[in-house]
């Protein structure tokens, strides 16, 4: 079983709005390119996204269902890799201070990579999600800055605040 944590510097909410948009699947997840809506709304319970992973010349058409959904704390995802098989992926958020810390748990349930799961390919895993919490953590730590940035902005700009926009 492969976990992996990282500590976002953003808030819990500001990280479950970018797992919650499904827009912003192929960001931060390792592999995809590009993703649709298939069934249900993003991120509820059955919902599922259908994505394209690129190997080489071949083009793996993939989907992704929601097992689980716990609001802004939470989010357990089935994978259908095709011929490879399928894998359990659980997102946990944690506040931690003013941050988030993310807890990734990811195992083989069937298939494949079920039957070959071995040490190795736990190394495999591992640093595939050494890659998509670096990218997640990028894409919210950006949003975080952008939101922080339009805020002040905001309050710059408004009327009696000292800022441009004062009469």
């Given at each position: 079983?492969?976990?992996?944590?990282?500590?976002?510097?953003?808030?819990?909410?500001?990280?479950?709005?970018?797992?919650?948009?499904?827009?912003?699947?192929?960001?931060?997840?390792?592999?995809?390119?590009?993703?649709?809506?298939?069934?249900?709304?993003?991120?509820?319970?059955?919902?599922?996204?259908?994505?394209?992973?690129?190997?080489?010349?071949?083009?793996?058409?993939?989907?992704?269902?929601?097992?689980?959904?716990?609001e802004g704390v939470g989010l357990e995802l089935e994978a259908h890799a095709?011929?490879?098989?399928?894998?359990?992926?659980?997102?946990?958020?944690?506040?931690?201070?003013?941050?988030?810390?993310?807890?990734?748990?990811?195992?083989?349930?069937?298939?494949?990579?079920?039957?070959?799961?071995?040490?190795?390919?736990?190394?495999?895993?591992?640093?595939?999600?050494?890659?998509?919490?670096?990218?997640?953590?990028?894409?919210?730590?950006?949003?975080?800055?952008?939101?922080?940035?339009?805020?002040?902005?905001?309050?710059?700009?408004?009327?009696?605040?000292?800022?441009?926009g004062r009469a």
């Open positions: 079983m492969a976990v992996r944590h990282r500590l976002i510097k953003a808030r819990p909410a500001e990280v479950w709005a970018v797992l919650a948009d499904a827009d912003s699947y192929p960001r931060w997840v390792v592999g995809p390119s590009g993703a649709e809506p298939v069934r249900g709304q993003w991120p509820q319970k059955d919902a599922a996204i259908r994505y394209e992973i690129p190997v080489g010349p071949l083009r793996l058409s993939n989907e992704t269902v929601v097992r689980r959904c716990e095709g011929p490879l098989g399928t894998a359990r992926i659980d997102i946990e958020l944690r506040p931690w201070g003013e941050h988030c810390l993310v807890l990734v748990d990811e195992h083989p349930l069937q298939g494949a990579g079920g039957t070959l799961h071995n040490a190795g390919f736990e190394v495999l895993i591992q640093l595939r999600h050494r890659a998509m919490l670096r990218r997640l953590a990028r894409l919210c730590e950006e949003e975080a800055r952008g939101g922080a940035a339009r805020t002040a902005a905001a309050g710059a700009a408004a009327p009696g605040t000292g800022g441009a």
